[in-house]
């Protein structure tokens, strides 16, 4: 009798139990002390931030949005055109330039950064004095956009230090460096130059986290160069590359100053065309002073650009996704 009892009271008492469990393991309840003050906190310390983005840079990306579909000069009233400016700056062979020097950015020189970065991380990840060699490395990305353009002047020049050095060797009509064909390569060229330390130093701090012990357990089973690059030091620094990637990635639609520095002297106020990107495009198109402001084609430009940044950096971290690996 007692034992039927107890079955019966435990049978009643399942149903209460489940549904206990189901109400604790419902979002945003139950859960540890730790969780709830975590919870109690987001709205706090999140709360403001997302306040200030939402200021900062939502509103004013939704208001750009507005502006692209409509025909206006800054002041007086705007016209609307819907997607007429959209189809404006596809149509215009400026723009699919700009847009193409924007995307040579991107992957060309993004390429050559990372392939020059990645081989010096491998060299100066067991030389004497790496922590010197990476700040000397660094240095150039902390220097202004205008130095590089004044001293590409003076190197550059009919008379400058590498006509001058090219002499000796036989070499009595060397390129026209400054030329306008020319300038958009040497930008190219500076921005490897310049960037490449930058890049080089966040994966030498990637590459510095591994423990030693992997390196020796490699050397232990004899395992090649090319082997301990592979198994060892790209799995364990795959969430750095993902990072350099989406900030490079970032930085280069954005590229405006150094090619308004390099071309901004050709006497015309603004650079060569052959040198402009989407940036310079959007700029131009808005404040130069030589026409008429069109701030509709602008903000249409601008929206382009934000729009293949946003399509690039989801590609990039889907593309680049790995499970954390812990040691």
């Not at 700040?135 to 150039?140: D, G, R, S």
């Not at 405006?256 to 989407?278: K, M, R």
């Amino acid at each position: 009798m007692s034992t039927t009892t107890g079955r019966r009271t435990a049978a009643a008492a399942a149903p209460a139990s489940t549904k206990a469990l189901a109400k604790a393991s419902k979002p945003g309840q139950g859960g540890s002390s730790i969780d709830r003050q975590r919870r109690k906190l987001l709205v706090p310390f999140v709360g403001p931030a997302f306040h200030f983005y939402t200021v900062l840079f939502i509103v004013p990306a939704i208001g750009a949005g507005w502006i692209s579909l409509h025909v206006w000069a800054g002041s007086g009233p705007m016209k609307f055109v819907g997607l007429q400016n959209y189809v404006k700056v596809f149509k215009d062979p400026l723009f699919l330039k700009s847009f193409g020097n924007t995307l040579l950015l991107l992957f060309v020189v993004g390429a050559t950064i990372f392939i020059l970065a990645f081989a010096m991380t491998l060299v100066l990840r067991d030389m004497a004095g790496k922590k010197i060699v990476r700040n000397v490395i660094f240095f150039p990305h902390l220097i202004n956009a205008l130095v590089f353009g004044v001293l590409a002047g003076f190197i550059f020049n009919p008379g400058g230090m590498v006509n001058t050095l090219l002499k000796p060797l036989g070499i009595t009509e060397p390129p026209a460096w400054l030329a306008q064909e020319n300038i958009f390569p040497l930008i190219m060229a500076t921005l490897v130059a310049t960037t490449t330390g930058y890049f080089t130093t966040i994966l030498m701090a990637g590459v510095d986290r591994i423990p030693p012990y992997f390196y020796e357990d490699c050397a232990l089973a004899g395992a090649t160069a090319f082997q301990r690059l592979r198994y060892v030091i790209l799995p364990l620094t795959w969430d750095v590359f993902g990072t350099c990637a989406v900030l490079w990635t970032i930085s280069s639609i954005k590229i405006f100053e150094i090619i308004w520095v390099f071309g901004g002297s050709s006497g015309a106020g603004i650079p060569p065309t052959q040198s402009w990107t989407t940036a310079v495009y959007t700029y131009v198109t808005a404040f130069s002073g030589q026409s008429t402001p069109a701030y509709g084609a602008a903000t249409a430009s601008a929206i382009i650009s934000l729009a293949l940044v946003s399509v690039l950096v989801v590609l990039l971290r889907r593309a680049m996704r790995r499970d954390a690996v812990e040691f």
